[in-house]
């Protein structure tokens, strides 16, 4: 954790000594009664958090906030639906990239039954989210979705953004081609299958340009960092 991140609600009750957060401050960072550490409240202001004391089942913080956080990137990433643990990877790699939303859709070769799995039913996506937030040094969250189709998904993006699908096999080019500066961006990656005839022609219509990373197929949660990153190094407002 580079910064410990707390619900707005949280930052008025102790810390329970079994919370990971108070393992962190005591066994990793090595704080004392005292000591000052980098805290935020998620989607709020951060600055330092103050070691009051230490009892055996708690501990007792203060805070002095200093300012709220800067909007996260205009890149709104669409990504269908995967194996679990590659969700959980596109979750905290694309949080701490700094995207403002992460969408993952049903697709024509995706397992269903992705989208019912414990990573979505019992909240343990959000625990991803904060994890790379902490990465990031900041307190901005991304919004997400889950289990909405392609089709419904994109016709509610960002009318003006620039919009670019992955795609191995009819890409007019490399993602880096055309790649306009202060812009906003909607990225579509398919699932672990790739998209099918039928949606490529749906995101044809939708105004996406079909854009390749080099001939090399990517695993998802790789092409997703990539295609990313490629985007913030070309604007000017990253």
């Not at 709020?44 to 800067?70: H, M, Q, R, V, Y």
């Amino acid at each position: 954790m580079n910064i410990i991140l707390f619900e707005s609600d949280e930052i008025e009750r102790p810390l329970p000594m079994d919370d990971e957060r108070a393992r962190h401050l005591l066994e990793v960072l090595g704080r004392k009664t005292g000591d000052s550490f980098d805290a935020g409240i998620l989607n709020g202001p951060k600055g330092k958090g103050i070691l009051k004391s230490i009892e055996n089942d708690k501990l007792t913080l203060a805070f002095e906030w200093l300012g709220e956080e800067p909007p996260l990137f205009p890149i709104d990433l669409v990504v269908g639906l995967s194996r679990p643990q590659t969700n959980r990877k596109i979750l905290q790699e694309a949080t701490s990239l700094g995207v403002r939303s992460i969408h993952f859709v049903t697709t024509d070769r995706g397992e269903l039954s992705y989208a019912t799995s414990r990573l979505w039913t019992t909240g343990e996506w959000r625990r991803h989210l904060v994890a790379g937030t902490a990465q990031a040094f900041t307190t901005r969250i991304p919004d997400i979705s889950f289990g909405k189709s392609l089709s419904e998904t994109v016709k509610k993006l960002d009318t003006y953004s620039e919009r670019i699908a992955l795609d191995n096999y009819e890409a007019t080019g490399p993602l880096v081609d055309k790649l306009e500066d202060n812009n906003s961006f909607a990225i579509c990656v398919g699932s672990e299958r790739g998209w099918t005839g039928d949606e490529r022609n749906l995101l044809r219509e939708s105004g996406f340009r079909l854009a390749h990373l080099g001939e090399r197929p990517l695993r998802t949660e790789t092409a997703v960092v990539a295609a990313v990153s490629i985007v913030l190094s070309q604007q000017s407002w990253r």
